[in-house]
């Protein structure tokens, strides 16, 4: 037997997106990234639209289920969307390394990608060892949870990925002809945690 200490948690499952819905997704106004081949939406709310409430709706009872169910939160603070966001890369596209500031929970939703959209990759800290030191080159016949330095899934569409919002993540290369297409959005907590004289209210606009 072998445990798991202090892992990082990844949260997986999958929403469902009608024609309408995507439609919606793929017609926003987008604009160029600071790289080739990307673009992101205009807007940084749009999951707050109406029409797609049923979108948003789904992914809120996903959040409920990884931070209540699962991480064991007390539900005495509320998590709030604070933006959310499309991203479109062309052909040969990749995302570089990067986390989500000022946020403590963030994901993920795909909405067009096929097999060849490029896996979506989340990093070890470099800073951060739970087994060798990163300037040992010692060989694994396989990747695991242990002795890993990323994990990658190939997302499908529909798939949602819930993370903290602190953990690294990049997205291989479009090697398809086709454009991918996602949506990222950011999460913070509301309400009252500690006691007595470290009390800390919290209280988004
Ligand atoms: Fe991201």
Same mark, same amino acid.
């Given at each position: 037997?072998?445990? =798991?200490?202090?892992?990082? +948690?990844?949260? =997986?499952?999958?929403?469902?997106?009608?024609?309408?819905?995507?439609?919606?997704? $793929?017609? #926003?106004?987008?604009?160029?990234?600071?790289?080739?081949?990307?673009? /992101?939406?205009?807007?940084?709310?749009?999951?707050?639209?109406?029409?797609?409430?049923?979108?948003?709706?789904?992914? #809120?009872?996903?959040?409920?289920?990884?931070?209540?169910?699962?991480? /064991?939160?007390?539900?005495?603070?509320?998590?709030?969307?604070?933006? =959310?966001?499309?991203?479109?890369? %062309?052909?040969? &596209?990749? &995302?570089?390394?990067?986390?989500?500031?000022?946020? $403590?929970? =963030?994901?993920?939703?795909?909405?067009?990608?096929? /097999?060849?959209?490029?896996?979506?990759? *989340?990093?070890?800290?470099? *800073?951060?060892?739970?087994?060798?030191?990163?300037?040992?080159?010692?060989?694994?016949?396989?990747?695991?949870?242990?002795?890993? %330095?990323?994990?990658?899934?190939? +997302?499908?569409?529909?798939?949602?990925?819930? *993370?903290?919002?602190? $953990?690294?993540?990049s997205t291989l290369?479009?090697?398809?002809?086709?454009?991918?297409?996602?949506?990222?959005?950011?999460?913070?907590?509301?309400?009252?945690?500690?006691g007595d004289m470290?009390? $800390?209210?919290?209280?988004?606009?």
């Amino acid at each position: 037997m072998i445990n =798991s200490l202090f892992g990082i +948690p990844i949260y =997986s499952d999958k929403i469902i997106l009608n024609e309408k819905e995507i439609f919606y997704f $793929l017609n #926003l106004e987008y604009k160029k990234l600071n790289q080739e081949y990307g673009y /992101k939406t205009k807007n940084n709310y749009v999951l707050d639209n109406d029409s797609i409430k049923n979108v948003k709706n789904q992914v #809120l009872n996903h959040l409920n289920i990884f931070l209540f169910d699962y991480l /064991k939160i007390k539900k005495n603070v509320n998590f709030k969307m604070l933006n =959310s966001w499309c991203t479109r890369y %062309e052909t040969k &596209a990749n &995302a570089n390394g990067h986390l989500h500031s000022n946020s $403590l929970f =963030s994901g993920v939703f795909y909405i067009k990608v096929n /097999k060849f959209s490029g896996q979506v990759r *989340f990093h070890k800290n470099n *800073f951060w060892r739970n087994l060798l030191p990163k300037c040992l080159d010692v060989e694994f016949d396989e990747s695991n949870e242990f002795n890993g %330095e990323y994990w990658q899934t190939l +997302p499908e569409v529909g798939d949602l990925l819930l *993370f903290p919002s602190f $953990l690294e993540h990049s997205t291989l290369p479009n090697e398809s002809n086709e454009e991918r297409f996602c949506c990222a959005f950011n999460f913070y907590l509301e309400g009252q945690i500690g006691g007595d004289m470290n009390t $800390l209210k919290i209280k988004l606009e």
